[in-house]
């Protein structure tokens, strides 16, 4: 089980990024994929996830209405479109995977996690 997440870089306030998390050795649609983010000092926060169960998205209420996750079965591969990015969004990002297809704020609950890709916010 591996996950690749890349699209991170630097972004003027407003501004708009999509990450991509690619899969490897197993199939997304089986699996709840979340993402996290983790600024210099601070704890892992949860940002977002899909449940592969039911389909059920999640978002934390800080980037609520700004950034949507998506599925492409096709590709195996989840996405994080970021838009009207504030500095405060500026993080390394990481997605994670858990075989429950549930999904859940707690890092712990994720057994896979990808490397993160650094996103900044800045003009």
């Known amino acids: 089980v591996q996950l690749q997440a890349s699209g991170g870089g630097l972004v003027q306030p407003g501004g708009s990024l999509r990450l991509s998390c690619a899969a490897s050795?197993?199939?997304?649609?089986?699996?709840?994929i979340g993402w996290f983010r983790q600024a210099p000092g601070k704890e892992r926060e949860w940002v977002s996830c899909i449940s592969s169960s039911d389909g059920s998205i999640y978002y934390a209420d800080s980037v609520k209405g700004r950034f949507t996750i998506s599925g492409d079965n096709a590709k195996n591969t989840v996405y994080l479109q970021m838009n009207s990015l504030k500095p405060e969004d500026s993080a390394v990002y990481y997605c994670?995977?858990?075989?429950?297809?549930?999904?859940?704020?707690?890092?712990?609950?994720?057994?896979?996690w990808g490397q993160g890709t650094q996103v900044t916010v800045s003009s």
């Open positions: 050795g197993f199939n997304l649609d089986n699996y709840a």
């Open positions: 994670a995977a858990d075989t429950s297809q549930l999904c859940s704020r707690n890092p712990n609950w994720f057994g896979s």
